[in-house]
C-alpha cells in the first residue's frame, strides 16, 4: 500500500568483498565443529524464532500483502524446516560400504567452504530458510542474498540468529540487486559454490557459465520455481549432498 517499512543496504563489490573474507575467516573452525554442536545451534534458531512467530507473521503480511493465516504458515514451516535440518546434523556424516577389492571404504561428507546463495523473491522467509539451513548445518559458512522484494524478513532473522549462539561470520546476509551481487560472488576465487534460486532460467545460465572460470560448483533452479511449502521440493538430501563434498578412506583388510 505505500507504506515505508524500512530500509536496507544497496551492497556492492566491496561488501561482497568483505562478507567473503568474514565466512572465511570462520569458515575452518565452524566446519570443524561437532555436527552435535551445529544442531544444537540450530535447534536455539528454530526455538527463537517460534518465540517471535507473531511478530515475523505480521511483517510477512505486511511486506507481501499476503493473509495473516499464510504468514503465520511461512513461518511454522520455517520453525519445521530448521528443526528437521538441525535433526540431520549428526545423521549425513558418511557410510561405510564394501568394495570390489577385500576391504571397505569410508566415504565421509565433508563442507564445501564458503557458499554464495542467491534466495527467491517467493516466501522470504522460508525460501531463505531452506537454502541456508542445510548448507549450514553441514559445516559451511554462507553469503546470502535475501529475496530482493521483501528482505526485511532475512534482514530482521539477524536479531534471531545474535541470540542462538551462532558464531559470527557464519551467515552473512548482503541486501541489493540480486544479479549484480550474484555475478561477484560468481566470479570471487574464494567462494566454492554458488547456490542460485530466483527462477530466472536466464540467471541460471549466466551463474554456471561464469562459474567455469574458476571451477566453482553450482547448484540452479534453471528458471524452475519451487513450491517451498512442499516438503518434497523445499528440503531433503537433494540440499545436502550439494552441501557437501566427499572423502573417500580406502581400508584393505589382512588375511
Known sequence: DGRVMGQVGNGNRKDVRNAVEAAHAVSGNWGKRSAHDRSQILFYIAE?????????????????????????????????????????????GGRVQETTLYGLTAQINEPIGVIGIACPDEHPLLGFVSLVAPAVVRGNSVVALPSEKHPLAATTLYQVLDTSDLPGGVINILTGNSEHLTKNLVTHEDVEAMWYFRGDAEGSFHVENLSAGNMKRTFTDYGSARNWLDNMAGEGEEFLIEASQSKSIWVPMGE
Open 48 to 92: 527463537n524464532l517460534s518465540i517471535r512467530r507473531q511478530e515475523f507473521g505480521g511483517l510477512i503480511e505486511d511486506m507481501t500483502g499476503c493473509s495473516e493465516e499464510d504468514a503465520l504458515g511461512e513461518v511454522d514451516a520455517s520453525i519445521s524446516r530448521l528443526f528437521y535440518y538441525a535433526a540431520f546434523s549428526d545423521k549425513y
